[in-house]
């Protein structure tokens, strides 16, 4: 089955819960837990607390008058938990009341190339802003740059990135996340029998990670070079290596 008709299925009930205090605490707890369990699997954050701030007051039902003679009852309490819609946080949309599944991401970049690829030369740059406009041609790509980029310094910067973001969820899982993640990643370019081809990616990341082992942050390195999303693009055509050292 598709997790995500599971999901269509079975959507996230955030109207506020109501836990009598009468119940046994345990399962109080355990409701609350599991709440916050249901929304960590939707991807979804939130901070619950009693309704009414920190006052911490409970809201008495039924209240019976003392009379003499005879024993108080206890007033049945019901203590209000919700979750509040603005301190819930998602990769995804919100509409109607549900809350979407996270989307696919697609980003754009452009390129212009004017003449021959010997003598020609153009520019590439991306659409979000970020990247401005930079030249490119062949010889700066097969000989020096001469402060032009090339495809394989963009694909490089773009899997140094990837990198360090797979490496920094990875150690965070591991309860070790890192202060700091310096990645350097360099793609050969080079001609293997009559066609150029980017044969390696060589990845070296540093790391300033607090209580962590080398043995377990070169195991955590390895494991983001070869996971990676851009990883995965690669794999079966260029040889990827990672190098992982402690600051």
């Known amino acids: 089955m598709d997790p995500r008709s599971s999901r269509e299925a079975h959507p996230l009930d955030i109207r506020p819960l109501l836990v009598s205090d009468q119940q046994d605490k345990r399962a109080t707890r355990t409701r609350?837990?599991?709440?916050?369990?249901?929304?960590?699997?939707?991807?979804?954050?939130?901070?619950?607390?009693?309704?009414?701030?920190?006052?911490?007051?409970?809201?008495?039902?039924?209240?019976?008058?003392?009379?003499?003679?005879?024993?108080?009852?206890?007033?049945?309490?019901?203590?209000?938990?919700?979750?509040?819609?603005?301190?819930?946080?998602?990769?995804?949309?919100?509409?109607h009341g549900r809350l979407a599944d996270p989307m696919a991401a697609s980003r754009t970049a452009q390129a212009v190339w004017e003449h021959d690829l010997l003598r020609g030369h153009g520019t590439v740059q991306g659409t979000s802003g970020a990247l401005p406009p930079m030249g490119v041609s062949w010889s700066a790509r097969t000989e020096a740059s001469g402060g032009k980029t090339s495809p394989e310094e963009l694909l490089a910067a773009a899997h140094a990135a990837c990198f360090s973001m797979a490496l920094s969820g990875a150690l965070g899982r591991m309860q070790k996340p890192p202060e700091r993640l310096e990645v350097r990643a360099t793609a050969t370019f080079d001609k293997v029998g009559e066609a150029w081809k980017v044969t390696t990616m060589e990845l070296a990341v540093t790391g300033k990670v607090p209580g962590i082992t080398p043995a377990e942050f070169e195991t955590a390195a390895q494991g983001a070079g070869q996971g990676c999303p851009i990883s995965g693009a690669l794999k079966g055509n260029v040889a990827i290596t990672v190098h992982a050292t402690l600051a």
């Not at 409970?58 to 049945?76: F, I, T």
């Open 32 to 95: 609350v837990f599991q709440l916050h369990v249901d929304l960590a699997r939707r991807g979804l954050e939130a901070h619950l607390e009693p309704d009414g701030g920190d006052s911490g007051e409970d809201e008495e039902l039924g209240k019976v008058p003392e009379r003499r003679g005879h024993a108080q009852p206890k007033a049945a309490v019901m203590k209000t938990w919700s979750v509040d819609r603005n301190a819930i946080r998602r990769r995804g949309v919100k509409s």
